[in-house]
């Protein structure tokens, strides 16, 4: 009887981390569709409302989702204070403190930390595309990892499942 149930406990610990890991990666794609989502807003209020970043970045303060919200308010309000900071270097590291639990990838991470860098030109409408290039850099990792997704899932849960297996037959 303790015997079956260890069996069943070691089972269920395997499949138990098989779908801790394919919800991760579940996660990295909601995080990513997040991401678009703050770049097309970013995109959209300095082409059609002609708002600078520290003002985008209050607005997004507002009407994001609970993970980058405090960044961006932070954001704004340092570049409010005008203690001489550079926009980029606060972007960076509001963001960077913000964005290290989340689980992605390092190139996936700089799309979002590294948009200020584009943006020092004055023309909105360079800047629109300087955006719109980070925009389909985004766009297409999303459809990668989409598309990755459904095989990878059925690989890990294959994977605990039969090391499941294979620890309990090493243990009898």
């Not at 403190?97 to 360079?126: A, F, Q, R, S």
């Not at 899932?153 to 009898?172: D, E, Q």
Request: overall charge neutral; aromatic content about 6%; proline content about 2%.
């Amino acid at each position: 009887m303790l015997k079956l149930a260890g069996i069943i406990l070691l089972m269920i610990g395997c499949v138990g981390l098989g779908v801790s890991k394919v919800s991760e990666e579940k996660r990295r794609i909601n995080e990513l569709r997040a991401i678009r989502r703050i770049i097309f807003r970013i995109q959209s209020e300095m082409t059609y409302g002609k708002r600078t970043l520290p003002e985008i970045c209050l607005i997004l303060s507002k009407c994001i989702e609970d993970t980058y919200k405090q960044a961006f308010l932070e954001i704004y309000n340092k570049f409010k204070e005008n203690d001489g900071s550079i926009l980029e270097d606060i972007w960076k590291a509001k963001l960077e403190i913000c964005m290290k639990e989340l689980p992605l990838k390092e190139e996936e991470k700089t799309v979002l930390i590294g948009l200020p860098e584009h943006l020092g030109i004055l023309d909105e409408t360079i800047q629109a595309k300087n955006i719109g290039q980070s925009l389909d850099m985004i766009e297409e990792r999303i459809k990668s990892t989409e598309h990755e997704y459904e095989g990878k899932s059925r690989v890990i849960m294959s994977i605990s499942v039969m090391a499941g297996l294979f620890i309990i037959i090493l243990l009898l």
